[in-house]
């Protein structure tokens, strides 16, 4: 009887996808084409919120003060499963679907992380687990959260300050990839953090001395900060660029600002690493003569990968299998994999931490089990804070070439072709399947429930990174 049941659920969610996978296609090339930043991405976020609201979803629209966050629901009672859905572009990264680097537009904006795919796939899920609890009577509440900014690590830390996730048991979520997997893996905390130094304007030549540069202090604190690494643990990154250093060099800049990425493992790394930087502010504006504020972008914590609900993904992971891909699809790849800059693939396989033996492949045919349990990835995701505040889990699926480096061209090419797209169908069809599995099995849920729970015990629970008085740097709302 199991089996029996067990093959419905199967047969109902992936067969819908199966059955719309176009309609999936064209919303994910519309979003390829529309290609909008963060907090930018009023006709992204409007498609996947209109699809949703045309399948029985509710929709709340400008969550946690941003005009393209949403939530839809659908359902009534618990239990309450979430679902991530991204969708901003990269700028500088326009490109056709060609192999070889062509831009739609110069110096136009393109999807270079999948975020194309990545909140249709959830969409698509969403919609496909909402069919059978329909269909089967099955109680329990299903909702999509659509997240902006996550390439500026914004969306997601806004919404968990909000409290927009806390009404969720548990929350499900992927990234397009090119491997078949899970992502068991933490990732670094991170703060974004702008200095800005004002002196005194002056003629360089003629009385340099009545100025005060502003600039040599936002110099001054970067030459600190590179003393101070010496005394931070090797995991730590801090990163800068001086976004304003003045207009001309015969007039002492009275204004100047550096940008600051700091990264740790722990979240209470970066804020200790934080109260460094601002010491050394301090000592460059007096040192110069000099005065100082911060603008405070952002900030996020550290992956929290929940096993029990890593486990519901990799089940249905092996049950749904590797994308299929056809002769073209290798075709495209090859051709994609030959524009890699020399000993590139090995370094983006190596630094991922997957196996060796992947090189050996152009596209991912597999399903393999988590290769990074226990390891701490190099960039940062505001996933991570949804993660602080209910359990969640992750996966990726092969949606480019091995070896694609992200935030690149190629990328952008990969997954806006048939080989993301194939991916996406993949990963909509786990993400349905594991919805469904958790509304029909309470048990599991509680048992990630407690993980998270004692976690939490451990870790002293979620305080928001972000000031209080802290708000989204949302855009003016275009006029229609």
Not at 127 to 151: D, L, R, W
């Amino acid at each position: 009887m199991a089996k029996i049941i067990e093959d419905l659920q199967t047969n109902s969610v992936t067969g819908w996808l199966d059955e719309h996978a176009q309609k999936l296609e064209h919303w994910s090339t519309e979003i390829w084409n529309y290609a909008e930043l963060g907090l930018h991405e009023f006709k992204s976020s409007k498609l996947l919120a209109d699809q949703l609201e045309n399948e029985g979803f509710t929709i709340e629209m400008g969550v946690a003060g941003m005009p393209t966050a949403f939530v839809a629901t659908w359902g009534t009672g618990g239990p309450v499963v979430g679902i991530l859905g991204e969708y901003d572009a990269l700028p500088g990264l326009s490109q056709k679907l060609v192999a070889k680097k062509e831009p739609v537009i110069e110096d136009a904006n393109g999807h270079g992380c999948g975020h194309n795919i990545y909140g249709v796939a959830a969409a698509g899920g969403a919609i496909a687990a909402k069919n059978y609890m329909q269909k089967e009577g099955i109680a329990g509440t299903i909702k999509f959260y659509g997240c902006p900014a996550e390439e500026t690590l914004v969306g997601k830390v806004f919404m968990a300050r909000e409290g927009v996730f806390n009404d969720a048991d548990v929350c499900l979520t992927w990234h397009p990839n090119s491997i078949n997997s899970l992502w068991a893996s933490s990732s670094l905390a991170m703060n974004s953090v702008k200095f800005n130094f004002y002196g005194k304007s002056a003629h360089a030549a003629a009385n340099p001395e009545t100025g005060r540069s502003a600039l040599k202090a936002a110099q001054l604190m970067d030459i600190g900060v590179n003393f101070l690494r010496e005394h931070l643990i090797d995991e730590i990154r801090i990163h800068s660029t001086i976004t304003n250093g003045g207009g001309g060099p015969n007039v002492v800049p009275d204004k100047s600002q550096i940008w600051y990425y700091i990264r740790a493992p722990h979240r209470s790394e970066v804020e200790e690493t934080y109260e460094k930087l601002i010491n050394i502010a301090k000592g460059a504006a007096l040192m110069t003569g000099t005065e100082y504020d911060i603008d405070f972008i952002t900030g996020c914590y550290e992956m929290i990968p929940n096993k029990v609900l890593e486990s519901v993904l990799f089940t249905n992971m092996e049950k749904v299998g590797a994308p299929s891909f056809d002769d073209d699809d290798i075709k495209f790849a090859e051709e994609l994999t030959e524009t890699f800059d020399k000993g590139m693939k090995e370094v983006v396989v190596k630094t991922s931490g997957a196996p060796s033996e992947l090189l050996k492949k152009v596209l991912h045919d597999e399903v393999i089990a988590p290769y990074d349990k226990g390891k701490c990835m190099s960039g940062s995701t505001d996933v991570a804070d949804v993660s602080w505040n209910i359990p969640t889990a992750q996966f990726t699926t092969a949606c480019a070439p091995i070896g694609t480096p992200g935030h690149s061209w190629q990328n952008v090419a990969s997954v806006g072709s048939a080989i993301g797209k194939k991916g996406m169908l993949s990963a909509a069809k786990i993400i349905g399947l594991s919805v469904v599995e958790l509304m029909e099995d309470d048990n599991i849920i509680a048992q990630a429930k407690e993980e998270f729970d004692a976690e939490m015990k451990q870790k002293g629970g979620y305080i928001s990174p972000l000031p209080e008085q802290l708000k989204p740097p949302v855009p003016a709302v275009p006029a229609v």
